[in-house]
């Protein structure tokens, strides 16, 4: 998917909501538990109630792989389910030598088919250049998460700045705004205008809103950009809004409103 | 598994080597492509062939997927195939938020049973801790990794020295030795003399030895402790030594010349 398809997308739904597709599965609802597959029963519904707000969506591998073969093929079967104009994400934050970052890359853009995938900066520029030989498809590299302890390292002083402004240089002799984005939690909203000057066009995929509480008028004032430039994910605040067989009702709701908040910003700081 | 039986394993073979499970699929002889899992039947053959002369065994968790959850299947039976001496170390780089990493945790120390895996720093403390607690389960952070790479940002001047190093020193406020281990490459050798000094007890697992260049004697020279302190991996120089019917028989060998260079270099640097 290109830079220009996405910023269509999010104007066309005014909403620049990520979805996190993170079924945790000690909180889906008891009733999906005797289908064939829950997880994508779960994913199934949430998708089906929030695609009118959302452009793109982000599972979390760890929540596939912590249950073997089987949520590898319930994520398998959530992508082939995802429309076409979602932006979608792996979010797996990988990164390795190259010849095994390769492998990495042909297993969430060949096997499955993910526009995009995080991976972690912390081995540098060969380990990231194996995800960007596809055209079309996007890294995500993480930059200044939206954990506590992102400040154990990723605040650190170098002589380039704090560690992720150096991360947020580096990475872009590597590739262009149409092919890297960049992971800032909005957990840490005072860094958003920061951001910016040292990465004017990257598209940021923000971690962070809802359950973490970041702050999503402080992200986008200086986030948003001529182009979009934002995903704003928000994963337990929407599936796990209800429970029981209304779940899916309160996560389109969530999403909904998520929306509602981000259609009156893209007004004021995007376009 | 702990400290102790691992340096009495390492006693009782005199090597310190570490097989690194990386079936690359388009590498592997032909005529195990007949067989029903063909990731498996390498992987048990090379097992069988260099169990003599190695302690630990680490499957790159790429290899597997890549393939899909037929990979991940071949993962599991390598896994309940290796015996229960051997140190099994899941090479998979994660990382991730607190909630996250902890199915990360449960997918390769309970859904598998590995005893450890490999874990990126970038995220910081809450992103490890998860990881270390699971009694006799081991965090192998990485710090310097062997890759041309590791200089962009790993050697980055911090006030705590190069970032690498203020790695190792944070991470041992998280937890001691008999549970975090650190990856230097091989290919840093004139570093292994300070890595002691910030971490004189730590076992390193050292990638780089091999196909990639790394000097073993260098290494050993600074690496080995008292109790024993280093696992260094080999993968593509055992696996692929040779191809044909005869590839398990020359991973032996090459197993098996590796471990006869490490004994003499445990008697003049270890105990």
């Known amino acids: 998917m290109t830079r220009a398809d996405l910023w269509r997308h999010i104007q ?3 909403s620049f909501l990520c979805v996190g597709l993170d079924p ?34 982000k599972p979390n591998l ?21 429309p076409p104009e979602v932006f979608t994400i792996a979010d797996a934050k990988r990164g390795d030598i190259g010849n095994t970052s390769a492998l990495y890359a042909r ?30 498809k996007w890294v995500v590299l993480l930059a200044l998460t939206s954990n506590q302890g992102s400040a154990d390292f990723q605040l650190l002083a170098t002589p380039g700045g704090p560690l992720f402004e150096q991360v947020l240089a ?17 957990t840490h909203p005072a860094t958003f205008a920061r951001v910016r000057e040292l990465a004017p066009e990257h598209f940021l995929l923000v971690p962070g809103y809802g359950a973490q509480g970041g702050d999503l008028a402080a992200v986008a004032r200086h986030g948003l950009t001529a182009q979009g430039g934002l995903l704003v994910n928000s994963s337990r605040g929407i599936l796990f809004a209800g429970d029981g067989p209304g779940f899916a009702a309160a996560a389109g709701q969530a ?17």
């Open 12 to 14: 066309a739904k005014r």
């Open 255 to 271: 999403a909904a409103a998520a929306a509602a908040e981000m259609a009156p910003l893209l007004d004021q700081f995007a376009g």
């Open 107 to 136: 297993a969430f853009f060949e096997t499955l088919a993910f526009d995009s995938v995080t991976v972690a900066p912390y081995m540098g520029r060969d380990s990231v250049q194996p995800f960007l030989g596809y055209p079309g």
């Open 170 to 186: 580096t990475a872009q002799t590597w590739a262009g705004p149409e092919q890297l984005m960049f992971v800032v939690g909005a």
């Open 62 to 82: 760890a929540f596939y792989e912590s249950l073997g073969p089987a949520g590898w093929e319930s994520l398998q079967k959530t992508l082939e389910y995802l």
């Open 24 to 57: 945790d599965v000690t909180k889906i609802p008891v009733h999906l538990r005797r289908e064939p597959d829950p997880i994508f029963a779960f994913n199934r519904q949430i998708i089906d109630a929030t695609l009118p707000y959302a452009v793109a969506y």
